[in-house]
């Protein structure tokens, strides 16, 4: 099978993914619930108390990804050389666009615990329990946006208040984000063929991954 009839295959495969599959996951629990994200932004939540987690970089890592793929596709249908820097790109591209994209997800997912445990402080200051000094919860809020997290809950701790359980935990990447690095990585070999000779071990490696692409894409259909 040809570099090109695999890249194609590969990135067919990340496409799809796009459409169908989760980018990324928050609050992966025991038996593997989780919320779901599938770009830009739609959430699927398993959990049954996960609010979604605002990601306004979604679209342009899903802009970011498709365009990848498409590069990738095109590579095969072009000449030479050309082809060759076009998977290049291909790969930086997905390579590069899932791993800014996965880092702002987590900064997202961070600012939203924050919020969520600044809420529950305030909710706690409005209606405090007997164990709760409202005091001392108040002036653990003035200085919140100048600790971190773990500084909050032990502060908070000091007033009565407890959060046994942080929100937004876990978090991580989906298959579609899986998906389009190691087509980054499958596209990226290819590439390095460029101004040299066909290697070997980097065609048995093309060859060797057609197999599981293929076969995730009949799953995902």
């Known amino acids: 099978m040809s570099d090109r009839l695999v890249v194609v295959a590969l990135a067919l495969v990340a496409a799809v993914a796009l459409i169908v599959a989760p980018w990324g996951a928050v609050n992966r629990e025991t038996g593997a619930r989780s919320a779901l994200l599938l770009l830009p932004d739609r959430y699927i939540d398993f959990t049954g108390r996960t609010d979604p987690v605002p990601f306004p970089q979604g679209s342009a890592v899903l802009i970011i990804t498709a365009v990848g793929a498409a590069a990738a596709a095109a590579g095969a249908a072009a ?6 820097a076009l998977w290049l790109a291909a790969a930086i591209l997905l ?6 994209g996965l880092a702002r997800f987590g900064d ?10 600044r809420t529950e402080v305030e909710a706690a200051i409005a209606d405090p329990s007997p164990r709760q000094d409202p005091e ?3 002036e653990a809020l003035s200085a919140f946006d100048d600790r971190t997290l773990a500084e909050n809950i032990a502060a908070v701790r000091t007033g009565g208040l407890v959060i046994r359980r942080l929100p937004y935990t876990n978090t991580g990447p989906g298959w579609a984000a899986f998906l389009a690095v190691f087509v980054g990585i499958v596209t990226g070999v290819a590439g390095l063929r460029v101004g040299a000779r066909p290697r070997r071990g980097i065609v048995a490696f093309l060859r060797g991954a057609t197999v599981p692409g293929i ?3 009949l799953a995902l259909a």
């Open 79 to 84: 000449p030479g050389k050309a082809r060759y």
């Open 108 to 117: 997202a997912t961070q600012a939203a615990r924050a919020a969520a445990v």
């Open 215 to 217: 076969s995730i894409l």
């Open 136 to 138: 001392v919860l108040r």
């Open 95 to 100: 390579i590069g666009g899932t791993i800014w």
